[in-house]
C-alpha cells in the first residue's frame, strides 16, 4: 500500500544488507546524514557504516541524530528522538513538504464523491471494507460524551488511525502471531488504507478518493509526534450530521490542574466543523468534574443569532446529562476560524520521523 509516510521513512537499498544482529530493541544510537546522493537517494553513517538508503525526506546535510532501535526483522527500523547537532529536521521543511495538506472542505467533497461511486461495480471485498468503514465511523459520534469518560475517549483514540503503525509493530514484536487484519479492521486508518489498496487497480480513480484523509491522518501523527506533550492530541475524525458525515479536527487536551498531582483533572476539546448549513463553526469545550464551559464562534451574525435562540435547548440537554452548562456564543472575523492545523504549525518544534534501514 502506498503511504504519505512511506516518505517519511528511509529505506536500506538491495545489495547494502546491515546485520540486524549489530542492534539490540530499545537501543539508542547516533546516526548521521551525509548528504543526499540524488533526489530519491541519501547516504547515511549508522555504527561506522555508510549505508545508501530512499527517501523524500528532507532533511539537512551533516544532521546528526538520536535514533532509537523500534524493530528487527524483517527490517532494522531506528525511531528519530532528537536532533544533537550539526543541522536539525526543520519542521518549516515537513510543512513546505505538506503544501499540499487537504482543507476540511476537500475532505468532505472528496468523501461526498466516494459515496457517489461505491456500488455493485466494486470488488465484494471493497464493499465489506466500506461497510466496516462506515461502521466504525458511527461509532465516533460520541466524542462529546468522551469528554467526561476516559474509556471512551481511549476507544476513539485507538480507533482514530493515530496509532496504526505502533499496533503493527507490536504484532511483529510477537512474532506476528495474530493476523494483522485485527490491527486493520478496528482502525479507521487501517480500513482506508485496505480499501484504497483493494481499489488501486480496479478503480484507480475511486482509490484516489481515499487518500485525502488518509494523508490529512498521517500528517496529524507527525504532528502529534513532535508535540512532545501526551496530554494534548490533534485528531482527525468523522461527526454524522443531518447533512451527513463531516470531517472535523478535533484538538484534545486532558492537563491536570488544581496544583499538582491530586488535582482535579480538566478536559478541553477544541473542534472546528464545516457544514454546509452553518458555514465554518469553532467549538471549544472545558470540563471540570461536572462544569461544562462552551464557546461557539462563526463569522455570521445569522447564525449566531441562530445558535443563540438554540442555546437553552442545548443547556436542557447538557443537564439531562448531569453537567452545569456555561454556554457562549461569538460573532468573530472569518480569518479567526481558520483550520487548527495550519495554525499549529507556526513555530512548531522538530518533528519526529521514523527511519527504515
Known amino acids: 500500500m502506498t503511504s504519505i509516510l512511506n516518505t517519511a521513512r528511509l529505506n536500506l537499498l538491495p545489495g547494502k544488507p546491515i546485520d540486524p544482529d549489530s542492534f539490540a530493541l530499545g537501543e539508542i544510537i547516533p546516526v548521521k546524514w551525509i548528504r543526499c546522493l540524488d533526489p530519491q537517494r541519501v547516504l547515511i ?211 491536570r490542574k488544581g496544583g499538582g498531582p491530586a488535582g482535579d483533572p480538566e478536559r478541553a476539546l477544541l473542534f472546528l466543523l464545516d457544514l454546509p448549513v452553518l458555514g465554518k463553526l469553532q467549538i471549544e469545550i472545558q470540563i471540570h468534574e461536572k462544569r461544562l464551559y462552551g464557546r461557539f464562534k462563526t463569522a455570521d451574525p445569522g447564525i449566531g443569532e441562530y445558535l443563540k435562540e438554540n442555546m437553552s435547548r442545548l443547556s436542557d440537554r447538557l443537564g439531562m446529562a448531569g453537567y452545569l452548562a456555561d454556554l457562549e456564543i461569538r460573532v468573530v472575523a472569518p480569518e479567526q476560524l481558520q483550520e487548527i492545523l495550519p495554525a499549529r504549525l507556526e513555530g512548531f518544534p522538530d518533528s519526529l520521523v521514523s527511519l527504515v534501514v
Not at 468523501?111 to 464493499?127: F, T, Y
Not at 496530554?231 to 463531516?246: H, N
Open 45 to 255: 553513517q549508522v555504527k561506522g557504516k555508510e549505508l545508501v538508503a530512499e527517501t523524500s525526506v528532507p532533511l539537512s546535510e551533516g544532521a546528526e541524530f538520536q535514533v532509537r532501535v523500534e524493530q528487527l526483522d524483517p527490517r532494522v527500523i531506528l525511531k528519530l528522538l532528537m536532533p544533537t547537532g550539526g543541522g536539525s529536521v526543520s519542521f518549516s521543511l515537513l510543512k513546505k513538504y505538506w503544501v499540499g495538506d487537504p482543507s476540511l472542505e476537500m475532505l468532505a467533497e472528496s468523501w461526498d464523491a466516494l459515496k457517489r461511486v461505491v456500488g455493485p461495480s466494486l470488488p465484494r471485498e471493497a464493499l465489506e471494507t466500506w461497510a466496516r468503514i462506515q461502521e466504525t465511523t458511527r461509532q465516533f459520534s460520541g466524542i462529546l460524551e468522551s469528554g467526561a469518560d476516559p474509556q471512551a475517549l481511549a476507544r476513539i483514540l485507538d480507533q482514530s488511525g493515530l496509532n496504526l503503525e505502533n499496533k503493527l509493530l507490536r504484532l511483529i514484536a510477537s512474532d506476528g502471531k495474530p493476523s494483522t487484519q485485527a490491527a486493520l479492521e478496528g482502525d479507521l486508518k487501517g480500513l482506508l488504507l485496505k480499501m484504497k489498496d483493494q481499489l488501486e487497480r480496479v478503480a484507480p480513480e475511486t482509490a484516489r478518493q481515499l487518500q485525502p484523509p488518509i494523508q490529512k491522518m498521517e500528517l496529524y501523527q507527525l504532528l502529534n509526534a513532535g508535540e512532545g506533550d501526551p496530554s494534548k492530541l490533534l485528531l482527525l475524525i468523522p461527526l454524522f450530521f443531518p447533512e451527513g458525515l463531516r470531517w472535523t479536527e478535533v484538538l484534545f487536551s486532558g492537563d
